[in-house]
């Protein structure tokens, strides 16, 4: 079985990560949703509701899992038996910054980082876009998948 994690922060799930996720799925048997949790970063979401907006948008897709990490990405594909890191890339900051991680995963590890190029029409979205959109009270929905419901 082929299992892809997707980790990320996911704050929130935009409609970036969710193009990601439905085409990592024609590739993979299982994605694995993983939200890391690194105690250090300020999250706009809790973890319970960029959870809960991760597993609303893909209730109807049983390939897609969706899970909270703390720790080295590879130690979690080693106890979830993936063999594959999925990333998305926009532009070529993230192309450096996804190399050098993806560079020294492969030195730690024999697990294979595969890179999908974003949606042109998703390009530009960040999950830190929709959060500024948000503070200032743009309307966020066209960036977003639905299950994102801001009370
Ligand atoms: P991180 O904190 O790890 O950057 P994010 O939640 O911002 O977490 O992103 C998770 C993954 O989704 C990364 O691989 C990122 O490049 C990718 N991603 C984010 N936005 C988009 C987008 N609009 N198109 C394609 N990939 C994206």
Do not use: Q, W
């Not at 038996?81 to 990333?87: C, G, K, M, P, S």
């Not at 024999?110 to 029409?121: G, P, Q, R």
């Amino acid at each position: 079985m082929r299992k892809a994690i997707f980790p990320g922060s996911f704050d929130p799930i935009t409609n970036g990560h969710y193009d990601i996720i439905k085409r990592g799925i024609s590739l993979f048997d299982e994605v694995i949703v993983a939200i890391g949790i690194n105690a250090e970063k300020k999250y706009m979401f809790s973890l319970d509701d960029r959870k809960r907006f991760i597993e609303e948008a893909f209730k109807n897709e049983p390939k897609v899992k969706v899970i909270t990490y703390e720790g080295l990405t590879i130690d979690l594909c080693r106890k979830e038996n993936a063999d594959f890191i999925l990333r998305g890339l926009r532009n070529p900051a993230d192309f450096e910054f996804e190399k050098a991680i993806a560079h020294t995963n492969r030195r730690l590890s024999k697990i294979e980082t595969v890179f999908l190029l974003t949606a042109a029409k998703t390009s530009y979205i960040s999950s830190s876009i929709v959060r500024d959109v948000l503070r200032n009270g743009g309307d966020y929905t066209v960036l977003v998948p639905e299950s994102v419901k801001i009370k």
